[in-house]
Nanobody, 122 residues
Framework: QVQLVESGGGLVQAGGSLRLSCAAS????????MGWFRQAPGKEREFVAT????????YYADGVKGRFTISRDNAKGTVYLQMNALKPEDTASYYC???????????????RGQGTQVTVSS
């Protein structure tokens, strides 16, 4: 069983930045591909970004490309999401997820955290 705990959410003005962290309990953290997803009230959960086990490959949703950066520190068992130039439409609960034999998607993953709220005011 792997526990994922997100942190770093909060209230920020449009144009501001936040860095989310997701700490994993697994000693085999480097075996998992990781992803970030978000869900706004009344909307379906959507993909934000993903990163491979080594961190050598990343992929972003079109709406965050160029503004968000996913990274990981396998020694610390943590994946990050640096969010810059935030917009009100980025307001959502942000979740991290882990996939052992898959790249996690909003509906397919091995483990998922409880989420952290990001609110962007205009």
């Amino acid at each position: 069983q792997v526990q994922l705990v997100e942190s770093g959410g909060g209230l920020v003005q449009a144009g501001g930045s936040l860095r989310l962290s997701c700490a994993a309990s697994a000693r085999t953290f480097s075996s998992y591909a990781m992803g970030w997803f978000r869900q706004a009230p009344g909307k379906e959960r959507e993909f934000v970004a993903t990163i491979t086990r080594s961190g050598g490959w990343t992929y972003y949703a079109d709406g965050v490309k160029g503004r968000f950066t996913i990274s990981r520190d396998n020694a610390k068992g943590t994946v990050y999401l640096q969010m810059n130039a935030l917009k009100p439409e980025d307001t959502a609960s942000y979740y991290c997820a882990a996939g052992l034999h898959m790249v996690p998607t909003p509906t397919t993953y091995d483990y998922r955290g409880q989420g952290t709220q990001v609110t962007v005011s205009s």
